[in-house]
């Protein structure tokens, strides 16, 4: 059927009361826009993973790189189509998966009952310590206390369905925007998620920033909406919310029995069946026929259900068409099609707090996440003349070993590294390759993680999460097995710029355990940065939000003990260049003593991205040592720009011309000529300063529609989307990160309270002049204070 048909359908049906403002969804061809792509590092799921061996592929598929999940399929078909009969059958039974939302909607406590329900705990513990124990994924003091997620946690467990035994590897990822590295991480190497909604909040700022991170990735998604138990809960308006705000196809395939405390189940509208939690944790499921009064209810989702496969999914249109219903089957098979397929969301719905509705979720995950095989991983073959070609991986466990370390933990025994085995088996003892360095490393301990326990184990297959010790490597690097005579890298993460910094200091002489601690967490979190300023001689750290350097200067006095002093924390500007200029500079001193000569010429112009530095020197004229201080001397200017001292972005250095001095010149001379030459080049080329700009999502009830847009006009900002739902409106706007400080009380007073915003780092730009006029001042006068 065309897709204009389908396009007009589902406009006219889509939610009464919800306006579309939206110029990028196209109804009718299923092409969701991918999530934004930030600073380079971030590549599409479907092009940013893997490898495979030949058996599997022929020679144009292996290097085929899909941009659609049409073309992706071709080549999953393909590799299922060869695969062994072991590898389908062990691949069936695996599900990898996430579990993201918006701050306290319920992910730890539901995560809580997956593992008592799978029989993984023996109890079940509430966060925030409400009992002593606390729950098993938030296992940091901090967590505990606080009631929030800060690391998320991996586990797994097995889930029974149909006389079946399946294995999940699961991460809890923390909510709130701070820790969003976690999430990136996470999503990074899982197959599948569980999106967790509230169901009085419904779709809230945070959700839209984790959709975001699962297009990004390419991630299909099932949706749970928690809180069924609270007063006030609705799932149909989140229902509404998900189409609208999030412009993902979604309808529910559950209804509730009962509301608020009497929530006692839900009805599985698929195959009309109530599902009643008994048992004092909701443990026994009772299956019995749909009660009365819901039978209308019933049949009436169950239709908005059909009609909304029928927008995603071929089979189910024509039946649709032909006006006859589709079978139980039918249903369940489009369902899966269509969520792996990234068109659409399953909605389920209960009270985690409650213990209702979780192992219908968990049913879900097996019905309609994507096992490992079902999901195109694509690597890099780097060639020998460094090009890099994609590469289609496999998920066999007969094939070569390729994994992804995407976590590092300091623990009792070394660094913890988790990896995700995306081809081929790790075993106990084998040696494996890491790329960057090119060195081989014994596997000498493996592990399962479960929150912060571990468990030995001998071997793990395709398509598993697993641990190890001893192996020094940075977050988002591939290994390698014996066997594979190629380079294959993989992408790694999406890394979002640090945009706060403060300066730190132990209270007391320091001992070693300060550097440490930096030294640790720098590692561990690509998003938290430490650098030395040799002029204030401080320690500035850098990161995503107050919240997270908060937690980092507690965490070094309770793990390390080691009490420090902070500064007021400052926006992390950056200083760039706009014109292009040519130097000549000479760093001359023979007067006494041994001399130092060093002469550099070339140009220096503005760049996209990060910083350049190119040497073009013809007959010598700098020999290579020197150049190499150039080099040092280029790094050390991009610490410190010249305006204030921030850090410098998008400048391109070419050194093509000098003069050395047979006595007087050497390294030191160089690298303190080409500091000269930066200073003075840059000063010449148009200097800016630049900050950090956010993508601001703010909910708020409709009446203060008004207000906010207001406010947001007051800061600057500009507003990109405004969806408007029945009660509630979202608006995402671009604002600096300057204008933001505070914001949250001003929110607040204009919202009576109710409203709430995310922000999210997008790019940096160009401060007023006034700005950039008043930062210039107040550096000077701070550095002229010192003197
Ligand atoms: N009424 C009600 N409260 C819930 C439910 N699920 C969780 N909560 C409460 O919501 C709060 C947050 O729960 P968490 O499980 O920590 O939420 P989270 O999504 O893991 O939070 P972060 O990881 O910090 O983003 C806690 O006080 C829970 O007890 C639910 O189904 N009903
Ligand atoms: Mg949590």
């Not at 969804?25 to 299923?30: C, D, E, L, P």
């Not at 000569?597 to 140009?603: C, F, M, T």
Request: charged share 25%.
């Amino acid at each position: 059927m065309s897709s204009v048909v389908r396009g007009v359908w589902r406009s006219s049906r889509l939610v009464e009361g919800i306006t579309y403002k939206c110029s990028n969804y196209n109804f009718g061809t299923n092409k969701l826009t991918r999530g934004g792509v930030g600073k380079g590092l971030c590549v599409p799921r479907c092009i940013s993973r893997g490898f495979q061996t030949s058996t599997y592929l022929s020679e144009d598929v292996k290097h085929q790189r899909p941009h659609t999940y049409e073309e992706e399929k071709v080549i999953i078909d393909e590799i299922i189509k060869n695969s062994t009969t072991e590898d389908i059958l062990a691949s069936k039974r695996i599900r990898n998966i996430g579990i993201s939302a918006h701050i306290d909607s319920g992910k730890t406590t539901f995560t809580e009952r997956v593992l008592f329900y799978t029989g993984r705990i023996k109890a079940i513990h509430e966060v925030r310590g409400r009992d002593s124990v606390g729950a098993k994924m938030d296992h940091m003091d901090l967590e505990r206390e606080k009631g929030i997620t800060i690391q998320s946690a991996a586990t797994y467990c097995s889930w029974d369905k149909d006389n079946q035994s399946y294995h999940f590897n699961l991460i809890d990822t923390p909510g709130h925007i701070d820790f969003t590295i976690e999430v990136e991480r996470a999503l990074r190497v899982l197959d599948g998620a569980v999106l967790v909604v509230c169901a009085v909040a419904g779709v809230q700022s945070q959700t839209v920033t984790v959709d975001r991170q699962m297009r990004r990735y390419n991630i299909p998604r099932i949706t749970f909406i928690n809180k069924m138990d609270r007063m006030g809960a609705n799932p149909w308006k989140a229902i509404d919310q998900i189409n609208a705000k999030l412009k993902m196809h979604a309808a529910a395939i559950q209804v509730p029995i009962g509301a608020e405390e009497n929530l006692q189940g839900v009805v599985n509208i698929i195959d009309r069946v109530a599902l009643y939690n008994e048992g004092a944790q909701g443990e026994t499921i009772r299956k019995d026929k749909v009660p009365e009064d819901l039978k209308d209810l019933v049949e009436e989702k169950r239709l908005f259900l059909i009609e909304t496969l029928a927008d995603v999914d071929e089979e189910i249109a024509d039946i649709y068409l032909e006006g006859e219903e589709p079978t139980v089957e039918q249903i369940k098979a489009a369902i899966r099609r269509a969520t792996i397929g990234r068109k659409f969301t399953p909605v389920l719905m209960g009270s985690a707090l409650a213990n209702r509705g979780i192992q219908p979720v968990l049913d879900a995950v097996v019905d309609y996440l994507p096992q490992p095989n079902e999901v195109l991983n694509t690597g890099f073959e780097v060639q020998s003349d460094g090009s890099e070609t994609p590469i289609n991986l496999v998920a066999s466990s007969a094939a070569p070993f390729v994994g992804l370390a995407f976590k590092l933990e300091e623990g009792p025994y070394g660094q913890l590294t988790y990896i995700r085995v995306y081809q081929g088996k790790l075993k106990k003892g084998a040696y494996m390759t890491h790329i960057k360095s090119g060195k081989k490393v014994k596997v000498s301990r493996l592990v399962r993680m479960h929150s912060n326990e571990m468990e030995d184990v001998s071997e793990v297959g395709s398509g598993e999460i697993c641990a190890t010790f001893g192996i020094d490597c940075a977050s988002g690097d591939t290994f390698i097995g014996q066997g594979l005579n190629k380079q294959i890298a993989m992408s790694s993460m999406f890394v979002p710029e640090a945009v706060i910094s403060l300066s730190i200091a132990p209270k007391s002489k320091e001992n070693g355990a300060f550097s440490k601690a930096m030294n640790r967490f720098q590692k561990e979190d690509p998003t938290f940065r430490v650098h030395f300023d040799p002029e204030s001689k401080e320690t500035i750290i850098s990161g995503m939000g107050e919240l997270h350097l908060e937690i980092y200067v507690e965490r070094i006095k309770r793990e390390y003990g080691v009490d420090c002093v902070t500064g007021k924390p400052q926006v992390s500007y950056r200083e760039t260049i706009t014109g292009s200029t040519p130097f000549d500079y000479t760093h001359k001193k023979q007067s006494g003593g041994a001399g130092q000569y060093g002469r550099v010429i070339g140009e220096m112009k503005p760049i996209e991205g990060e910083n350049k530095f190119e040497t073009q020197i013809v007959g010598g004229k700098i020999p290579e040592k020197f150049l190499l201080a150039c080099q040092k001397g280029f790094d050390d200017c991009l610490e410190k720009g010249p305006l204030i001292g921030h850090k410098v972005l998008g400048v391109d250095m070419l050194i093509n011309d000098g003069q050395t001095h047979v006595v007087d010149s050497s390294e030191m001379a160089f690298r303190t000529a080409t500091q000269g030459a930066f200073k003075q080049a840059f000063e010449n080329a148009q200097p800016v300063i630049l900050e950090p700009i956010m993508t601001v999502d703010i909910t708020a009830p409709n009446e203060f529609q008004g207000a906010v847009v207001g406010l947001i006009n007051k800061l600057g900002g500009m507003i990109n989307e405004t969806v408007n739902g029945q009660d509630e409106f979202t608006v995402s706007a671009e604002c600096s990160l300057n204008s933001m400080f505070g914001f949250s009380t001003t929110l607040r007073a204009s919202t009576q309270g109710k409203g709430e915003f995310s922000l999210e780092f997008l790019k940096y730009a160009q401060t007023a002049p006034q700005l950039q006029k008043q930062l210039i001042s107040d550096y000077q006068k701070a550095q002229a204070s010192k003197k």
